[in-house]
């Protein structure tokens, strides 16, 4: 990224700390795809989103000299003008240990990661950093490192990465218009009996009285759909029957996998938000302590020449461990 020649402004919103000069920066690749809003709110850091939106829509903000709209998407050579404007002075940032990932495939486009379970994919709501700033910290030298998609922090399995803002915004497409296949294996609780079966019903997120994001099965949902096959029986010689499934992603909603079954009664092992509290303790006294949960398949075409990539990840031990006291 190039900063260009800038002439001094006076600041333009109250603040603490103000900057002094306007700034002119032209997109390189790393940028090229990306939104005007976003790309503003990495460039101010500190400032209230609310007021990232209020210069653009007042022509503070120009593009190649252009008025131009938050959504609109930049491209390589194009001149951002961001004006001065006065941000918080920023806490001092927490140190983010530097830590690779188990890579299952990488290019010059993408990374797969196998991601553990309890590990967030990022900071935030509590958590000073997960994934994505841990991989950064590792590869300092990386243009960019993004996250095509998101994962519950109990959930482990394949995580996608960008390394190219057009490899980002690719598949953000592909997974919109659902032409990117994901694959669950979950142990849910009793006997799934039946032929394959799709649960489809709408869910609505919602906070609860403590601040904490939840979501639940409601009409004027979201519409959400889960492909659900038993693939073996399980029973365990203390807690009686579980079953292993094979969950296909319909749609991509926020918990669904895991409200859907808990929906019909069938709650995954070891989910504390929707599961058997109850058998969850008595799980985890016997060392069975994980979400039973794994992003094991992930199949797309690959945003640069089409070719069709299926990736997964191994069974991890924790998972296959409770499965075997199951006498899988």
Request: aromatic residues 6%; glycine residues 10%; positive net charge.
């Amino acid at each position: 990224m190039n900063a260009l020649a800038a002439k001094p402004e006076a600041a333009s919103s109250p603040g603490a700390r103000p900057s002094a000069d306007v700034r002119w920066i032209e997109i390189d690749e790393a940028h090229d795809g990306q939104r005007l809003d976003n790309f503003l709110l990495g460039q101010l850091k500190g400032v209230p989103k609310s007021h990232v939106y209020r210069i653009v829509r007042s022509g503070e903000v120009r593009v190649d000299k252009g008025r131009a709209q938050p959504d609109q998407r930049l491209r390589i050579g194009q001149v951002v003008r961001i004006p001065p404007v006065r941000t918080a002075e920023p806490d001092a940032p927490a140190a983010v240990p530097p830590s690779e990932f188990p890579v299952l495939w990488e290019d010059d486009a993408l990374i797969a990661i196998d991601k553990p379970s309890g590990v967030a994919v990022h900071g935030g709501s509590g958590v000073s950093f997960g994934v994505i700033e841990q991989l950064r910290a590792a590869r300092p030298q990386a243009k960019l490192l993004e996250l095509v998609h998101r994962i519950d922090r109990e959930t482990s399995g394949v995580l996608l990465v960008a390394k190219k803002r057009s490899a980002l915004t690719a598949m953000h497409d592909a997974m919109r218009e659902g032409r990117v296949r994901k694959r669950y294996l979950a142990i849910a609780r009793g006997d799934w009996a039946g032929p394959p079966r799709a649960l489809r019903y709408p869910l609505h997120k919602y906070l609860t009285g403590e601040g904490e994001r939840r979501v639940r099965v409601q009409d004027g949902g979201q519409a959400a759909g889960t492909w659900v096959r038993a693939l073996q029986r399980l029973v365990h010689p203390r807690f009686g029957p579980f079953t292993l499934v094979q969950a296909d992603l319909e749609t991509g909603r926020t918990h669904q996998i895991r409200v859907h079954l808990a929906h019909v009664g069938h709650p995954l092992a070891g989910d504390e938000k929707y599961g058997d509290f109850e058998l969850n303790k008595a799980l985890e006294k016997e060392g069975h302590k994980r979400m039973y949960l794994h992003a094991f398949q992930v199949s797309f075409r690959h945003p640069a020449d089409g070719t069709e990539v299926c990736l997964e990840a191994p069974v991890p031990a924790s998972f296959a461990r409770f499965a075997g006291a199951c006498g899988a």
